[in-house]
């Protein structure tokens, strides 16, 4: 709208000066026949006696008669003497000189010296009353009327492009809405899809947007197939990992049991154990990939406080107390899964590593959502901090190798275009600080 209403301003811009000259034109070769038909007037009144030019006292043209007319007349001789000049002409004095030169008639503009201007018709006549003669005969009017009406009518032009222009906005808005109304509705099932209520676009469209709804609902039903496919061959990639290491669990305990065997099954152990935490990772990490058309919106506090209260069990004799800083109703844009999966480990992290308080807040912005988990516990040095967030890597070597809780967090704030920044919190601990780009 905002487009069509600055072409048809304008439009209306260009086409004003163009109508404008239009009319003005108009009005000269108006001025120009009338005062023709004046000095037709003064060529009919016109006699040749004796040589001499003899005018009437009293014109057919009452205009001429009258000495405050605006129509002036004269009357020159070949050599440009003045001859006659009618009543309305004794208070003008008018510094025009014709030119007998043989051209016929004349119309022209002049400007006297104390500004004033007028229009000019200078007709040459060489035959008066089937008499020889030769006169230039010279009608004049101010430029002044032609100007008042000229301003008359630029207001009027102004008053109607202006109305034309809010007529043609109003059509244009009419227009443009109904004519809008199927993108408008293709918007309103997108964003239903996007929400999870609804599963595909309708087909009741314009036929011209068919092919777009078409390629849509093809490319939505690729998508489900394709990750249900996938979810398929993980469960059965974890399902059949898993008895070959059941079956090695079993041996390294059978040789744990022997004391000469006890170095070589703590290996197998250890092995086994990082077997079985890379593929719970990398498990995780493909299935737990955003979906490309689908926008997930989580209702924060019910997870939240179902994982404080799991850990609240798991580490029972520290008491850990947790602070909710939640807006009433929040929801993160994430799926419920990868929730889990990624407010556990910080959760795990900060209950582990805390003296007795953890924090989670939110605040909402224009920018998006951030989300932070703070601890009052020891912190992180700044030296450590990206190496941390490392797969493998973890700032206690109690169990080498099982830092992957913060890389599968990375991982999953990454993948919905999150970012998860680490720093000093206020409590004397960390801070994780995740941001979510607003949609």
């Known amino acids: 709208m905002l487009a069509a209403t600055t072409l048809a301003v304008l439009f209306m811009l260009a086409l004003l000066p163009a109508m404008q000259g239009a009319f003005s034109l108009a009005l000269q070769d108006s001025i120009e026949q009338r ?44 050599d440009g003497h003045l001859v006659w000049r009618s009543k309305g002409t004794q208070e003008e004095h008018i510094n025009y000189t014709p030119r007998y030169d043989g051209r016929g008639n004349e119309f022209a503009r002049i400007r006297e010296t104390n500004g004033q201007e007028f229009f000019v018709y200078d007709v040459e006549i060489k035959l008066l009353g089937g008499k020889s003669a030769a006169f230039s005969i010279v009608a004049l009017q101010p430029v002044r009327e032609y ?51 609804r599963e595909s676009l309708s087909e009741e469209h314009p036929r011209e947007l068919l092919r777009l709804t078409g390629s849509l609902n093809r490319l939505l039903h690729s998508e489900r197939e394709q990750r249900s496919r996938y979810r398929d061959s993980l469960d059965d990639l974890a399902h059949s990992l898993k008895t070959p290491l059941a079956v090695l669990q079993g041996v390294s305990e059978d040789m744990a049991q022997r004391p000469e065997d006890r170095d070589q099954a703590w290996v197998l152990q250890t092995q086994i154990e990082r077997m079985s935490q890379q593929i719970s990772y990398q498990l995780q990490r493909a299935s737990l990939r955003k979906s490309g058309l689908v926008r997930h919106q989580v209702r924060l506090r019910p997870v939240l406080q179902s994982l404080c209260d799991t850990l609240d069990k798991v580490y029972r004799d520290k008491r850990v107390r947790v602070a909710f800083d939640l807006p009433e109703h929040c929801y993160v844009p994430i799926e419920q899964g990868a929730l889990l999966e990624m407010m556990g480990n910080l959760l795990e992290n900060a209950y582990r590593l805390c003296l007795g308080e953890v924090r989670i807040s939110v605040r909402d912005s224009l920018g998006g959502i951030e989300l932070c988990v703070e601890d009052d516990g020891p912190g992180v040095p700044p030296n450590q901090r990206a190496r941390i967030l490392q797969r493998g890597e973890r700032l206690d070597r109690q169990h080498p190798g099982q830092g992957i809780g913060l890389a599968v967090v990375k991982d999953i704030i990454e993948s919905y275009a999150a970012t998860l920044t680490l720093e000093d919190s206020p409590m004397g601990g960390a801070a994780f600080r995740i941001h979510f780009p607003a949609v």
């Open 35 to 78: 005062l023709a038909s004046d000095v037709t007037t003064l060529i009919s009144a016109a006699r040749v006696e004796d040589n001499r030019l003899q005018m009437p006292a009293q014109l057919p043209d009452e205009r001429f008669n009258l000495t405050e007319g605006r129509l002036l007349g004269y009357i020159y001789d070949r």
């Open 147 to 197: 100007e008042i009406t000229l301003e008359g009518l630029r207001e009027n032009l102004y008053l109607g492009f202006g109305a034309a222009l809010l007529v043609l906005l109003a059509l244009l808005w009419i227009g443009l809405t109904w004519g809008l109304r199927a993108l408008r509705r293709l918007s309103q099932e997108l964003d239903e899809i996007e929400g999870g209520t």
